[in-house]
């Protein structure tokens, strides 16, 4: 029993100290390197990403962003189900939109990605809706300073799946 505990742990030294290992932890230094002396990108502000879940929740519910400027937003459904089981989209509506009359005319707006048409002037931008794996960015234009509610409109989602927008 001994000797074979000491074979198996001459075998694992032995493997541990390849060449061949040897050789690819130079090659990923190697790769590294270049990384480490570039410069890191500025971040650019009012950039921002949220991500949808197959349980029905964004993994924010605040987002900020500065006054005045132009709005990138990225949506990812980071989910598995397609996007007429659980489906998900990005919807930032006007201040003082009624949150609850919006989500439930939405039920009814399959043919307009459920943006009910009746309400469309309460939207300030929205994303399509997506299914699992899927994203889509838009350009939100420049918002004065305030709170603005966003919710994901796929029928009896914003419920669960709402939060505000911090313009300051």
Do not use: W
Not at 123 to 137: F, K, N, P, Q, Y
Request: proline share 4%; net charge negative; glycine share 6%.
């Amino acid at each position: 029993m001994k000797k074979i505990i000491l074979m198996l742990s001459a075998a694992a030294v032995m493997f541990s100290c390849s060449k061949e290992k040897s050789c690819c932890t130079e090659k990923a230094t190697e790769n590294n390197a270049p990384a480490i002396e570039a410069a890191a990108p500025e971040a650019k502000e009012n950039q921002l990403s949220i991500e949808a879940t197959d349980q029905m929740k964004f993994n924010k519910t605040t987002l900020k962003a500065k006054a005045g400027e132009p709005i990138t937003l990225t949506l990812k459904h980071v989910g598995e189900q397609s996007k007429e089981t659980m489906g998900h989209n990005f919807v930032l509506l006007k201040k003082g939109t009624d949150v609850d009359a919006f989500g439930q005319a939405a039920t009814q707006a399959k043919d307009t990605d459920f943006i009910p048409q009746e309400m469309k002037d309460d939207v300030i931008a929205h994303t399509r809706i997506l299914g699992g794996g899927e994203e889509d960015t838009i350009e939100i234009p420049a918002l004065d300073k305030g709170e603005y509610d966003f919710i994901c409109s796929f029928p009896g989602h914003y419920v669960m799946m709402h939060g505000k927008l911090i313009v300051e």
